[in-house]
């Protein structure tokens, strides 16, 4: 079973959203923050519905974005290519190595120039 904490209505405000994003397992772990603190978070399963379902999710917040993308194999990097495609959108590859939880990388995401 898969949760889906991310929030119901996505954010209107123009403050930048950061976002991680891992392949942990057969999941896609994901975490948001604005305004520093964390406002959803959630996972769908790894592959193409599971990226389907995310990339149709970030489509509806209407503010810039900041992703974080924990790189292990082939299949992160499609999924980071994927998230970053749009407009307004900055995706970084972090090393799975140095991360320990997705909402790590919604950090990472906060703090990177």
């Not at 320990?100 to 906060?110: F, M, Q, T």
């Amino acid at each position: 079973m898969y949760t889906n904490q991310l929030a119901e209505e996505p954010p209107t405000h123009t403050d930048t959203i950061c976002i991680g994003v891992a392949l942990v397992g057969e999941d896609i772990q994901v975490a948001a923050r604005a305004t520093g603190r964390e406002i959803a978070h959630g996972r769908f399963p790894a592959g193409p519905l599971g990226t389907a379902a995310l990339l149709s999710y970030l489509t509806d917040w209407q503010t810039p974005m900041r992703l974080a993308v924990a790189t292990a194999g082939a299949a992160a990097l499609g999924l980071a290519l994927a998230v970053g495609v749009p407009r307004g959108r900055e995706v970084f590859l972090v090393s799975a190595q140095n991360i320990s939880a997705v909402s790590d990388l919604a950090r990472y995401a906060e703090r990177a120039i």
